[in-house]
């Protein structure tokens, strides 16, 4: 992985370049968003509520248990928004989106339509990387928004319906929202954008860089999903330390 | 659109020193021919003869190790050639755009650039559909295709470009014989028509002999003789003799 990032860089830079090209690319835009919206919204909602609802159990009674459980919705609140929603989110994504990017891209590659596209002209940054690029760094940080209320009502809903938790539901709100600030969750859609512009420009990257037939496709497959998740683990770390100062 | 195709003329390409190697490996070993305006250039060798990573370095898609290649005199390496001449490229599968349909997919060109509005593009569209025999085509998907097929749409890309160079990478790979008759009118036709220099690579003797109005013999990377078809079939030389009368022979 690392003796690409120069490239993935210098990717990223060209991309940033064509930026000018977005809006006549925003059809495709439109598309790739619906397309990741469609695919994803109903996954981040089930893996939100799971995770939400898994930080209040794991939490709940040993907070209850030492005399703390109106601090049980703000725990929830925090790691939803400014860790689990936006890390989950993007390895999700990166799953589901990164590798049908490096699938799609790499095959247009092994097949020559990139080629094609070049005879005609026709900049693949502009036409394949760009408009994926802004759909994902669009649509990631809104399905984490997403996601952090899913998340919360998840955790909402077990608090108040397991009985070694039993904190009702309105003490659940009012503790997260005594704990949990509107730059909490800034915090973590900050992050969002940044894990949605690595899943794209290493999935692209790896489409791009495809070579070889079926086999490549699936080797380029496989490396966009690792490397991204890879690089997701990496920056968060980064990132929150950046943003805790 | 095609009273405006008749307004240009083919460009002349020449071919000098050219090499290219891969991992150490020479593919190109030093090309030299030159093509004229309108003229039909046929180079004919077997598999792996060098034929289709020529062709990358003629339309530009990989830079030559080294050598020249120059289009009407200036070089393929110039920024300022893509703007200047209208090159295009028929691929040995065609490389339609899978998630585009055909009507799309012969549009790009003019969609993608904004050359056109796009009523005036839809019309172009059925039009050069319509010239390669393939009218009324234009929602379906590539999948939906024959192989024959999707090199029509392929050429009918190309067409819409107005082409001054075509460039047809073993066109008739894969194909009947019927429908390779089909292609090589399709090429004879263009040219009689926009006067396109074409230079088709193909290892088709058929089809060679029957398009070519110069042709070129190509092994292991260097060419073994140009001329016209009489000249080539008459060239004394063992391995272009093996090539173009290779048969199958049955045991009786």
New interface residues.
């Given amino acids: 992985m690392f003796e690409n990032i120069g490239e993935i860089f210098l990717l990223f830079w060209r991309t940033l370049l064509s930026l000018p090209q977005a809006w006549?690319q925003r059809q495709k835009v439109f598309d790739q968003f619906f397309e990741i919206g469609n695919a994803s919204l109903l996954m981040v909602c089930v893996l939100s509520f799971f995770i939400g609802a898994v930080i209040a159990l794991q939490t709940g009674p040993v907070l209850v248990e030492r005399g703390l459980a109106s601090a049980v919705g703000g725990i929830v609140g925090i790691s939803m928004a400014k860790e689990l929603a936006p890390v989950m989110m993007a390895i999700l994504i990166a799953g589901r989106i990164g590798s049908a990017m490096a699938a799609?891209i790499g095959?247009?590659r092994v097949?020559?339509?990139i080629?094609?596209?070049?005879?005609?002209?026709?900049n693949p940054v502009h036409?394949l990387v760009l408009p994926r690029l802004l759909a994902i760094a669009v649509a990631l940080p809104m399905l984490v928004v997403f996601g952090i209320l899913v998340g919360w009502l998840g955790g909402a809903v077990i608090a108040d319906t397991n009985s070694h938790i039993a904190i009702p539901f309105q003490a659940f709100w009012a503790n997260l929202r005594d704990v949990v600030e509107l730059k909490d969750v800034a915090n973590g859609v900050f992050k969002s954008f940044c894990f949605a512009l690595i899943i794209g420009v290493v999935s692209c990257h790896q489409g791009l860089a495809t070579i070889g037939g079926p086999r490549g496709i699936g080797r380029s497959v496989t490396k966009a999903v690792v490397n991204s998740i890879v690089l997701i683990v990496i920056f968060d770390y980064m990132l929150t330390r950046v943003l805790l100062k | 659109m095609n009273s405006s195709t008749n307004n240009h003329s083919g460009v002349s390409l020449q071919v000098c020193g050219l090499r290219k190697s891969f991992d150490g490996q020479a593919v190109l070993r030093g090309i030299d021919f030159e093509v004229q305006p309108g003229e039909i250039f046929v180079i004919m060798g077997p598999s792996g003869s060098g034929k289709s990573v020529l062709l990358?370095q003629l339309?530009?898609?990989e830079p030559p190790d080294a050598g020249e290649i120059l289009i009407n005199g200036e070089s393929i390496q110039s920024p300022e050639i893509?703007?200047k001449y209208r090159?295009?490229?028929v691929?040995?599968?065609g490389?339609?755009?899978?998630?585009l349909t055909v009507g799309e997919n012969v549009g790009?060109?003019l969609s993608?650039?904004?050359l056109k509005p796009p009523e005036e593009i839809a019309r172009i569209v059925a039009e050069m559909l319509e010239d390669v025999g393939l009218k009324g085509t234009e929602d379906k998907m590539p999948s939906e295709l024959s192989g024959g097929m999707k090199k029509r749409v392929a050429i009918a890309?190309a067409l819409v470009?107005e082409p001054q160079l075509i460039l047809y990478d073993e066109p008739t790979s894969e194909l009947d014989p019927l429908s390779s008759v089909v292609i090589g009118e399709e090429i004879l036709h263009l040219q009689q028509r926009i006067h396109v220099t074409s230079l088709v690579v193909t290892h088709d003797r058929d089809l060679a002999f029957g398009v070519a109005g110069r042709m070129a013999v190509i092994n292991e990377g260097r060419i073994l003789t140009i001329g016209t078809p009489d000249e080539v079939k008459r060239y004394n030389d063992p391995l272009v003799q093996n090539f173009l009368h290779a048969d199958f022979k049955r045991e009786p």
């Fill in positions: 006549r799609e095959s247009m097949y020559q339509e080629d094609a596209l070049r005879t005609m002209n026709i036409y | 990358k339309i530009g898609l893509a703007s090159l295009a490229m691929f040995q599968s490389a339609l755009l899978n998630s790009l060109y993608e650039h904004r890309r470009i």
